[in-house]
DNA sequence: GTCTATAACCTGATAGAC
DNA sequence: GTCTATCAGGTTATAGAC
C-alpha cells in the first residue's frame, strides 16, 4: 500500500503534462517577466525536460501569448461583469469592484505589474477591443458616473478607483525592500482599504 | 562655411562619449527593462561602438546600475525635500507633491513602471535607507496626517496620494494599445489632475 | 510522450590593431 | 579612445533514440 503513497513532489503531479507546464510558466513569467524568464527555469519548475515543452508549446513565445492572454483576463475580467450591470446602483458596483479586485490581488499579488509592464511591449498581439475599451464607451458605470458628476470626465474616477485600489500591489516591491512593513501588516491594511476606498470614492465623487 | 554647419545627427554630438553612452542606456533601459535590453541596442543608440561601452562601464550591470541610482533618485527625490519640510502646512505639502510629481513624470512617463518593475529584482543593491524607508517614519508629513486622521494608518493616505498621482502613468500602455485616448487627450486629463487631487485628498481627510 | 544530445543562434565581453 | 574581429558562455529549439 505503501508503494501507491504519493510522494511530496508529486502533489501536484495528477494534472496533465500540459497543465504541469503551464501552472510553472505562469509562476516563472510572472515573477521575472518574458524576457528574464528562461525556458529550462519553467521545464525544471514543472518537473519535466526541455525538449517536452517544446513538444507542446513550439516555442518560448508561443506559451508566453496563451499566458499573457489568460492573466489578461485575469486583470480585467474583474471589473468587466460589474461595469456593465445595468441593475446595480452605483455605490455598489463601486464597492464590489473594489473588493473583488483587491481579494482577486491578495492571491495574485505580482499580476498587475506583470500584465502593465509585458503590454508595452508592441509585437505582442492584442485584442483592439478589449475589455477596456468597452469599459470607457457607454458602459452603465460610465453613464452612472457621468450622471453623478457632469462636470468632469469620467475617466478620472476609473483613475481613481483602480489607482487607489491597484497601486499598493505595484508598490509592494519597495515595501518589501525596505522591509518597513510586514506581509501580515501589508494584508490587514488591504483588508482595511475594502471597505475605506468606497467611502473615499464616494466622498470624492460629492466633494466641492 | 557651410562644412562647418553641424549635421542632424551631430546634435547630441557635443556631449562626451561617456554621457553619450549614459544618454543611450537611459533611453534603451527604461523602455525594455534591464533582461531585454542589449548592449548592442545601447551602443547603436549612442552612436558608438559596442566595445567602447565595455571600455568606459566595464559590463551591462554596472552601466545598468549608474542609470537605476539616478532613476531611483529621481523618482524619489520629489517627495522628500517635501515631506521633511517642518514649516509647510499639510495642504501645501499635498499640492507641492501632487504637482511637482505631474510635472516630472509628463517629462518621464515611463520612470514609474520602469523603477517599480527592476525594484523586484533583489540581486540589485539597494540602500536598506532609501528616501521610503525615512517617509513612513516620523516625517513632518506622516505627523501631520496622523494629527488629522488619528484613527487610521498614515500609509493609507501616502497610497492614496500617490496612487493616484502615479498610477495613470503606468496604465497608459494601456490606454496607447487600446487607442482610446490621445496623447494630448491624456497630457490635458494629467493637467485637471493636479487640481483635482489635493482637492480630492483633502475631501478623504475630511471624510466621515 | 519523454528523454539525451546537439545544433543554431544570440549576447556580453575581450584582444589587439590603429 | 575608438575600432574590427572574435571568443566564451548561455539560450532556444530540434533531431533522433527509446
Redesign the interface.
Given at each position: 500500500m505503501i508503494y501507491n503513497m504519493p510522494k511530496k513532489k508529486q502533489i501536484v503531479s495528477d494534472l496533465s503534462t500540459e497543465e504541469k507546464i503551464k501552472e510553472a510558466a505562469r509562476k516563472v513569467f510572472t515573477e521575472?517577466?518574458?524576457?528574464?524568464a528562461r525556458t529550462r527555469d519553467i521545464a525544471e519548475e514543472a518537473g519535466i525536460n526541455l525538449a517536452l515543452l517544446n513538444y507542446y508549446f513550439r516555442s518560448k513565445e508561443k506559451l508566453f501569448d496563451e499566458i499573457m492572454l489568460e492573466k489578461m483576463q485575469q486583470l480585467f475580467g474583474v471589473m468587466f461583469p460589474i461595469v456593465s450591470d445595468e441593475t446595480l446602483p452605483l455605490e455598489n458596483k463601486i464597492d464590489l469592484i473594489v473588493q473583488n479586485y483587491i481579494d482577486m490581488l491578495i492571491k495574485n499579488p505580482?499580476l498587475p505589474?506583470f500584465v502593465?509592464?509585458e503590454?508595452?511591449n508592441?509585437s505582442k498581439t492584442?485584442d483592439?477591443n478589449?475589455p477596456?475599451?468597452k469599459m470607457?464607451k457607454n458602459t452603465s458605470l460610465v453613464n452612472q458616473i457621468k450622471e453623478a458628476r457632469p462636470d468632469?470626465?469620467p475617466?478620472?474616477f476609473l483613475?481613481?478607483i483602480?489607482?487607489?485600489?491597484?497601486?499598493?500591489f505595484?508598490?509592494k516591491?519597495?515595501?518589501g525592500?525596505?522591509?518597513?512593513?510586514t506581509e501580515k501588516e501589508f494584508t490587514s491594511?488591504l483588508n482595511?482599504?475594502k471597505k475605506?476606498i468606497p467611502?473615499?470614492i464616494k466622498?470624492?465623487l460629492?466633494?466641492?
Amino acid at each position: 500500500m505503501i508503494y501507491n503513497m504519493p510522494k511530496k513532489k508529486q502533489i501536484v503531479s495528477d494534472l496533465s503534462t500540459e497543465e504541469k507546464i503551464k501552472e510553472a510558466a505562469r509562476k516563472v513569467f510572472t515573477e521575472k517577466g518574458y524576457a528574464a524568464a528562461r525556458t529550462r527555469d519553467i521545464a525544471e519548475e514543472a518537473g519535466i525536460n526541455l525538449a517536452l515543452l517544446n513538444y507542446y508549446f513550439r516555442s518560448k513565445e508561443k506559451l508566453f501569448d496563451e499566458i499573457m492572454l489568460e492573466k489578461m483576463q485575469q486583470l480585467f475580467g474583474v471589473m468587466f461583469p460589474i461595469v456593465s450591470d445595468e441593475t446595480l446602483p452605483l455605490e455598489n458596483k463601486i464597492d464590489l469592484i473594489v473588493q473583488n479586485y483587491i481579494d482577486m490581488l491578495i492571491k495574485n499579488p505580482n499580476l498587475p505589474l506583470f500584465v502593465l509592464n509585458e503590454i508595452r511591449n508592441p509585437s505582442k498581439t492584442f485584442d483592439k477591443n478589449f475589455p477596456i475599451s468597452k469599459m470607457l464607451k457607454n458602459t452603465s458605470l460610465v453613464n452612472q458616473i457621468k450622471e453623478a458628476r457632469p462636470d468632469l470626465n469620467p475617466v478620472h474616477f476609473l483613475l481613481n478607483i483602480l489607482g487607489m485600489t491597484i497601486f499598493p500591489f505595484i508598490a509592494k516591491p519597495i515595501f518589501g525592500h525596505v522591509g518597513l512593513i510586514t506581509e501580515k501588516e501589508f494584508t490587514s491594511l488591504l483588508n482595511e482599504r475594502k471597505k475605506l476606498i468606497p467611502v473615499w470614492i464616494k466622498a470624492i465623487l460629492k466633494s466641492k
